[in-house]
């Protein structure tokens, strides 16, 4: 099945600062990969996702990118602000002709410090 | 639509009792997952369906765990009996697509403390 690697675990940065969030897949039959940003006690919530189709997605001040063949993609957040400090997951997912499910990672807990 | 709801939030019970955890999907949405969350695993499927079926029950961790989902508006994750690893949060999500992936909206979880 999928494998998920994400780094690093934990991340601090200053206000203002960019932070990138790097993850690893195992599976080439992959083509979805979503970014999700939990709050403390609070339930994930997706932020941004990118196919297999595009090199790069952007929101604001959210971006993804991912290399196929590398097998990797990441998250870039620029002029980090205190909301979002906040946890971290990539996902990997592929369609298997029945249906799909998405594998995490373990998280990135990302500290914004003023 | 209030979003996926889970109940109970919270559950402390106590070694060897059963544990019945409720989710009700969004209005259309046609597959449903189980999640179960701990610092040092982060986020396990345990199972999902599609369609009300059960599509890939691999993540189910032991034959103690099982899942049901009668209709296309509920399903249970039952415990029986419980340990205490398995003190978890336990998500419920939902997703409106069927046969290729899609959003993941998650409830707010219920936290399980098993003494």
């Known amino acids: 099945g999928e494998n998920v690697e994400q780094h690093p675990s934990t991340l601090s940065v200053q206000e203002g600062d960019s932070a990138v969030i790097k993850c690893t897949y195992s599976?080439?039959?992959?083509?979805?990969f979503p970014w999700y940003k939990q709050e403390l006690g609070k339930r994930p919530q997706l932020i941004i996702d990118i196919r297999s189709n595009v090199g790069e997605k952007k929101d604001q001040r959210i971006a993804v990118t991912l290399n196929k063949t590398a097998k990797h993609f990441s998250l870039h957040i620029t002029e980090t602000q205190p909301e979002d400090s906040a946890v971290y997951f990539c996902a990997a997912s592929g369609y298997t002709g029945t249906a799909s499910k998405l594998t995490f990672g373990t998280g990135t807990r990302l500290q914004v410090t003023l | 639509d209030a979003g996926v709801i889970q109940s109970p939030r919270h559950e402390v019970t106590e070694m060897g009792q059963e544990v019945t955890l409720r989710c009700k999907p969004i209005s259309g949405h046609n597959s449903l997952f189980w999640y179960r969350q701990t610092m040092m695993r982060g986020l396990e499927l345990l199972i999902y369906f599609n369609n009300n079926v059960p599509i890939d029950d691999s993540g189910m961790p032991e034959d103690r765990f099982s899942a049901k989902m009668p209709n296309a508006s509920f399903s249970t994750l039952k415990i029986q009996p419980s340990e205490p690893r398995d003190s978890a949060v336990y998500f419920c999500a939902s997703s409106p697509r069927t046969g290729d992936t899609g959003e993941l909206f998650f409830g707010e979880g219920s936290r399980l403390t098993v003494l």
């Open positions: 599976d080439s039959a992959s083509n979805y």
